[in-house]
């Protein structure tokens, strides 16, 4: 099971916005973001993906879900406007957001590109 975030949550494993103006990644490896509302047909597409990327991926890799319903204070913060929306944190550097029912090689590219992380042997 994926990890949802709470605001609290949030602040502790991603970016705690209250202390920091500037973007500072507070974890250790690098993390995807599912912003996803659970009436949202394409999220429901997309979740048994992550599901899958997870296992692949293990340990190198944080997935996590925020329900933009229950959390629209952090919905807000990033401007999400339709979903699902995909927020790529590398562990340096600025997250990249993708927007949409993306298939799984798409995903595969972006957390090798953006996250530069590569699937254990």
Do not use: R
């Not at 602040?11 to 659970?38: H, Q, R, S, T």
């Not at 952090?74 to 993708?98: K, R």
């Not at 029912?101 to 992380?117: D, Y």
């Amino acid at each position: 099971m994926l990890e949802h975030l709470t605001k609290e949550t949030f602040k502790e494993k991603v970016f705690n916005f209250e202390l920091n103006k500037e973007w500072k990644y507070e974890g250790i490896k690098p993390c995807l973001i599912d912003f996803y509302a659970d009436w949202c047909g394409p999220c429901k597409m997309v979740a048994p993906i992550l599901e899958e990327l997870q296992a692949e991926y293990g340990d190198n890799l944080h997935i996590y879900k925020v329900n933009t319903e229950d959390q629209q204070e952090l919905a807000g913060m990033f401007g999400i406007q339709s979903i699902p929306s995909l927020l790529f944190v590398p562990v340096d550097g600025q997250p990249q957001m993708a927007m949409g029912a993306l298939p799984k090689s798409t995903f595969e590219q972006a957390i090798s590109e953006v996250l530069k992380v590569e699937k254990p042997a």
